[in-house]
């Protein structure tokens, strides 16, 4: 009975022992199991990935350079009331009284009427008897005239002179060119003017002496009869014959003086106007 109760006691026990024996070899496979958790390990090395900030970071000056934009200059620009207006802005100050052009104000002054019979306008230096016939013909007839004068720091002086054609509003600007092509005139004298073409070619006709009777009548008119400081006009018929008359005026200091044709919203010229000085 003892040795039946020591074989069935050591049974359980070694059974147990078989048991375990299985749990020893599978302890291996829980070695196998920090393996894939060292090989994610490695994934945590992605880390340099936060390389992108810097480019991030780069971003930044941009960012910084639009604060720097281009409105800080324009600061320093002068105001429109000190800044002479260009283009059509600058030629449509000259058609009203009392306007401004930077810090010179304008005034209008009516002139005797420019008596055109040939229907071709001349604009030019009188004294250099050298004139340019604007390609545009008028219809034959008798033109007002109108002096702009600004109101410099120094003196009063002419900036421009226009021809009246019509009675409608300028809508738009163009170059008046002349018979050559020429959009300006050559100023030797200090005077400007607009005449008649016979008017004009009578007066470069005379050849008796210096000065002639043209010459002599326009400078005491500008310089004497129709002058106050520091600009003057004069409103000359050289000969009964041609019945053109020549309306001349002291220039303001440009030595070129371009010209334009005011044209109504049909484009149909209403007024044809030359600039005397540069803008103020």
Known sequence: ?????????????????????????????????????????????????????????VTKPKAATRSTSMTKPTRPRPTPATAPPSGQARLDAYLLDGSQLGDVALHLHDLPAVHVPSGQLVVG??????????????????????????????AARAVAAFVRLGHRPVARWEPAAADDGATDYAIDAAAGAFADARAFAAMVDERAGFPTASFAALERQLLTEHYVPAWGW????????????CVAFLAGGADRCPCWWGLDDTGAPTLVLTELAAPP
Do not use: N
Request: aromatic share 4%; net charge positive; charged share 25%.
């Open 234 to 245: 004069a409103s000359y018929q050289p000969s009964p014959i041609a019945a053109g008359t």
């Open 1 to 57: 009975m003892r040795g039946a109760q020591a074989r069935a006691k050591a049974r359980p026990a070694a059974a147990k022992r078989a048991a375990a024996k299985p749990k020893a070899v599978t302890k291996p496979k829980a070695a196998t199991k920090p393996t894939p958790k060292a090989a994610t390990k490695p994934k945590a090395a992605t880390k340099p990935k936060a390389a992108t900030p810097k480019a991030k970071a």
């Open 125 to 154: 230096d009188p004294f250099a008897a050298r004139g340019q016939t604007l390609a545009r013909a008028l219809r034959p007839g008798a033109y007002p005239v109108t002096l702009v004068v600004g109101d410099f720091a120094d």
